[in-house]
């Protein structure tokens, strides 16, 4: 495990990071100067422990939110204030020059957006003041609340998405993948909550079967050429579903495997099911059912990591054992807060929250399993691999 400190560097801003790779973080900073807002995009050599400015605006719309992609040779920035303009731009890491800047309009206010690669961003927007009587001619002849489209970089324009299964879905429904050498796109088409999916299965006798939660599979050159082309049906592959009477949700992956929790509500069953990245091949790999002569606990599932723990609370701390791609074994105490994860079956890492009537504190901090040791700290922060990353 690595942990990398960038709190001195980063004092008295507003940060979030964008990336953690072996040799490089790269994250954005906003910060006033001399009475002006000001966002920088960073870059931390992890070797050197040196940052670099990368670029740098002044932020002269105090309302406008900053969404952050990170791809190989550059980072996109998608801006917007829930209006119906929106403003991208693509930064070149290595020297900081501006690819694009792109001001876009649409119908509806922004709602979401999602960027497949770096030429491809999908946009969501809803119904606003605007285009009242517009969405509301739309909602009923689709039902759906929200418009789809695909906005390509290189050819300055977007098309409306078509097909019935992408336009009222949330942005973190779709995820990008490599297998040898081309993109896919996971497209995750749950239905409604996991409350809402299981008052379905309660009342079915008047709500009838006609529910459920499916996941689909499509090359992104695929889907971008099918979107484009006005295709109402993508040619995307049915991979996993559950009817009325269960319950799919995905659960991370690594570099191997998708993984998705399901459950059938009859019997309360559960598992986590991995479909493998290469060969879409199906398999159960865990039980998350408690056995009758097990106390109360409960499971953990760590989506970035893909791994999943069982949590048992005891009087004066948890115990943690691992339930997929973890061995971990260990108990800490109760006064390291909850469980956020845990890097190379030894560290594990909680978090403690705390707020008074005027401001709130978080406190993360790292145990070590096999010396008992641990180190606590007042900040934020993020974990990828064996990297923690203090900000």
């Known amino acids: ?41 960073l870059e931390y050599n992890r070797e050197t422990r040196r940052e670099r400015i990368i670029a740098n605006y002044f932020l002269t719309r105090p309302s406008f ?14 801006m917007e204030n829930g209006g119906s303009t929106v403003w991208l731009l693509s930064i070149d890491k290595q020297t900081g020059e501006e690819k694009a800047l792109e001001e876009i309009h649409f119908v509806g206010g922004f709602f979401g957006c999602k960027a497949l690669d770096e030429h491809h961003v999908i946009f969501y927007t809803q119904e606003n003041e ?23 970089i290189t050819e300055h324009k977007y098309v409306y998405i078509r ?62 050429v099918g979107v484009k082309t006005g295709e109402s049906h993508l040619p995307l592959e049915r991979v996993l579903s559950a009817g009325t009477d269960g319950l799919l949700r995905f659960a991370g992956m690594d570099e191997y495997n998708l993984y998705f929790r399901a459950k059938y509500f009859p019997t309360s069953d559960q ?20 056995k009758d002569d097990e106390g109360p606990a409960s499971f953990y599932i760590d989506m970035d990591a893909a791994q999943v723990f069982r949590v048992e609370e005891l009087e004066d701390g948890y115990h943690i054992t691992g339930t997929l791609n973890s061995a971990v074994d260990a108990f800490y105490t109760k006064e390291l807060g909850d469980f956020v994860c845990c890097i190379q079956d030894r560290f594990i890492v909680a978090r403690y929250m ?38």
Request: charged letters at 25%; glycine letters at 6%; proline letters at 2%.
């Open 1 to 41: 495990m690595t942990v990398v400190d960038i709190r001195n560097i980063v004092t008295d801003s507003n940060v979030e990071i964008i990336s953690i790779s072996p040799s490089t973080i790269y994250y954005a900073e906003e910060k006033s100067e001399e009475g002006h807002r000001s966002l920088f995009i």
């Open 65 to 78: 939110v900053q969404h952050y992609f990170d791809f190989p040779g550059e980072i996109l920035v998608v």
């Open 130 to 152: 605007q285009h009242r009587d517009l969405f509301e001619e739309y909602r009923r002849t689709t039902g759906f609340s929200r418009v789809a489209c695909l906005y390509d």
């Open 163 to 224: 097909d019935r299964r992408i336009c009222n879905l949330a942005p973190e429904d779709l995820i990008t993948y490599d297998v040898g050498g081309e993109t896919q796109l996971l497209i995750l088409q749950p239905y409604g909550s996991e409350e809402e999916k299981e008052h379905c299965y309660r009342n079915r006798r008047w709500l009838g079967d006609g529910v459920e939660d499916v996941a689909w599979l499509c090359t992104l050159l695929d889907f971008v």
């Open 271 to 290: 598992r986590i099911c991995a479909v493998s990245k290469a060969t879409v091949r199906k398999a159960v790999v865990a039980d998350l059912n408690l």
């Open 354 to 391: 705390m707020s008074d009537d005027s401001d709130a504190f978080t406190f993360h901090s790292i145990f070590d399993c096999k010396t008992g040791k641990q180190q606590s700290y007042e900040c934020q922060c993020a974990v990828k691999g064996s990297t923690v990353v203090l900000y």
